[in-house]
C-alpha cells in the first residue's frame, strides 16, 4: 500500500518539476551575442516614452530587435559572487555604443 503511495507521489513530483515554466534567460557565461551589463532599467523597444528617447538620439527603433537596457555599466564575468553583483537588471547587449545611457538588443541573464 504505502509503495503505491510512495510511487505516486514521487511520479507527481516529477511531472510537477518537468511542467514547471521557466523565464527565458541564459546564464551569464553564455553572453555570446554582446557584453554583459547591468542596467537600472529593462523595456521594450516599442515603448511609447522610450520611442521618443530614441528617436531624439537618431535612433531607428523599427531595427532594434530584444529589448533596450537604460543606465547601464559592464558587469565583469570573473567579478560575478564576488561583490561585483548587479541588483538591478542582467542582460547581454548587442550595441553597447551609447555610454552606458542606453544599450541595444538586450537579452535577460542569470547571474
Known amino acids: 500500500m504505502f509503495s503505491k503511495l510512495s510511487l505516486t507521489v514521487t511520479s507527481a513530483l516529477a511531472i510537477l518539476?518537468?511542467?514547471?515554466p521557466?523565464?527565458?534567460?541564459?546564464?551569464a557565461g553564455q553572453c555570446t551575442t554582446g557584453e554583459l551589463q547591468c542596467c537600472q532599467s529593462v523595456q521594450a523597444a516599442t515603448?511609447?516614452?522610450?520611442?521618443?528617447?530614441?528617436?531624439s538620439l537618431g535612433i531607428i527603433v523599427g531595427d532594434?530587435?530584444?529589448?533596450?537596457?537604460?543606465?547601464c555599466?559592464?558587469?565583469?564575468?570573473?567579478?560575478?559572487?564576488?561583490?561585483?553583483?548587479?541588483?538591478?537588471?542582467?542582460?547581454?547587449c548587442t550595441?553597447?555604443?551609447?555610454?552606458?545611457?542606453?544599450?541595444l538588443g538586450c537579452a535577460?541573464?542569470?547571474l
Not at 521557466?22 to 546564464?27: H, K, L, S, V, Y
Not at 515603448?47 to 528617436?55: A, F, H, K, Y
Not at 532594434?64 to 543606465?71: A, C, D, F, K, P
Not at 555604443?97 to 542606453?102: F, H, M, N, P, V
Open 47 to 55: 515603448d511609447p516614452s522610450l520611442t521618443n528617447l530614441l528617436g
Open 22 to 27: 521557466t523565464p527565458n534567460t541564459a546564464p
Open 73 to 92: 555599466s559592464s558587469i565583469n564575468v570573473i567579478g560575478v559572487g564576488s561583490g561585483n553583483e548587479c541588483t538591478a537588471n542582467p542582460v547581454c
Open 64 to 71: 532594434i530587435t530584444g529589448l533596450v537596457g537604460l543606465s
Open 108 to 110: 535577460p541573464i542569470e
Open 17 to 20: 518539476a518537468v511542467a514547471t
Open 95 to 103: 550595441d553597447n555604443a551609447w555610454g552606458g545611457l542606453i544599450s
